[in-house]
């Protein structure tokens, strides 16, 4: 029979699947080892992680969980098998389902009593959320960031009045733009070398600071100067540009050298993070444009993502000119794997800013980047701006922003 605790376990579990970071594989047996013993998802009466191997004949499945531990999930004639809808409270809606329904790449909480070793656990239960329902559900929550969605950078801090004034980019220019943050206001931060929407955190007003990259969720007003906020995703971020020295496929780390400070880096780039590469500037036509350009694509006719891509550019990235902005653009950007960076490749690399300057964990890495850096520069000088003989440095001012990303 399942209970009233069961209840708060799969409440446990729903929350988790809303987080789909993985760890980056890899990891050694004694890392695993330690992992394992720490893990969170990992108690003494459940398991929750993604289902990365079935054996059918055995009726068994390998489960890994958000921290990396693997562990066997047995199964038999008597182990009860519900589906679930991400999102859903409880297990009133969910549906009954056999061993033969459940996918690898599915998310699964197997309750039974774990081995002391927390490597086995025989299930009575397996409570599953689909892979297709998971990616259903996470671009509905996409489009509705895109056409709810406000994205800037924290220009002030009113903790008196509990508003923050953020500066945007619209069609028309950069803009501010007052966000109330109510006691009503879900209000979450990246937290230091994080990489994913879902790994922000609660926070607090407090932890703002000028500088900071916003996206909001919610209602703008009709002139656009105020904004009211449902929900609020913060962060502190670096975006550095740099060409490819060498690159660690084992490891997943790159070595570059970053263009403005001259300085040897280290990236890591985890399974999460996005990997997309510029077309050359003979292509970029087809991702300039596209369904939406020119409308702006969020609340009230203004950008939901980040500053417009230069003048200077191919057509349809004009400042004023009906372009897009460069986050739909980045969206728009063929993805690529680590195998298909080679060395002397020009990227540029958002992070969060974590304990080891030196180091930086990609959120998302764009190669071919020196279209992108040529039509800062074109813009700068078509703006007037001073002469930049690096582009790499005109990164802070450009309005670009490439670390929050969305759900």
């Known amino acids: 029979m399942i209970g009233k605790t069961f209840f708060i376990f799969t409440l446990a579990f729903i929350a988790a699947a809303s987080n789909l ?16 013993a720490g893990d969170p998802n990992i ?63 599915d998310r699964v909480m197997a309750r039974g009593k774990v081995a002391d070793d927390k490597k086995t656990v025989p299930a009575r239960a397996l409570i599953v959320m689909t892979k297709a329902d998971i990616a259903k559900k996470q671009d509905a929550e996409r489009a509705e960031w895109r056409r709810r969605g406000i994205l800037g950078v924290v220009a002030a801090i009113n903790a008196a009045a509990k508003e923050i004034t953020i500066t945007t980019r619209t069609m028309a220019g950069t803009q501010p733009v007052v966000i109330p943050v109510s006691e009503n206001v879900e209000l979450r931060r990246y937290a230091p070398d994080s990489i994913k929407f879902g790994d922000a955190k609660a926070s607090t007003l407090d932890e703002l600071t000028v500088g900071d990259q916003i996206r909001a969720l919610g209602e703008r007003s009709p002139d656009g100067a105020r904004f009211t906020a449902e929900k609020i995703v913060t962060g502190s971020f670096r975006t550095v540009a740099g060409t490819v020295t060498a690159i660690d ?51 009230g006719g203004h950008p939901p993502a980040g500053g417009q891509a230069g003048s200077g550019g ?49 959120i998302t890495l764009v190669s071919g980047a020196d279209t992108l850096l040529n039509m800062i520069a074109a813009r700068q000088a078509q703006t007037g701006g001073p002469s930049v003989p690096n582009p790499a440095a005109g990164l802070g001012s450009s309005g670009i922003q490439f670390g929050i990303g969305l759900p």
């Open 21 to 36: 970071a993985l760890a980056q594989t890899g990891t050694s047996a004694a890392g695993t080892a330690q992992t394992q």
């Open 43 to 105: 108690t003494l009466n459940s398991v929750i992680g993604e289902v990365k191997a079935i054996d059918t004949v055995a009726k068994q499945m390998i489960v890994k969980t958000d921290a990396g531990s693997l562990v066997t999930a047995t199964l038999n004639d008597t182990t009860a098998y519900l589906r679930v809808a991400p999102g859903e409270k409880d297990l009133t809606n969910a549906t009954k389902i056999t061993f033969a329904d459940v996918a690898e790449g």
């Open 249 to 299: 496929a084992a490891t997943g780390e790159i070595k570059i050298n970053d263009l403005e400070k001259k300085e040897p880096l280290t990236i890591v780039v985890k399974q999460d993070a996005v990997l997309r590469k510029f077309p050359p500037p003979g292509e970029m036509m087809m991702f300039g444009r596209g369904p939406g350009a020119g409308q702006g694509g969020g609340q």
């Open 314 to 362: 191919p057509a349809g990235m004009r400042p004023g000119g009906g372009g897009m902005n460069i986050q739909e653009m980045l969206e728009r950007l063929p993805t690529i794997a680590l195998a298909d960076l080679k060395s002397g490749d020009t990227i540029i690399v958002s992070s969060t800013r974590g304990a080891d300057p030196a180091r930086l964990t990609a």
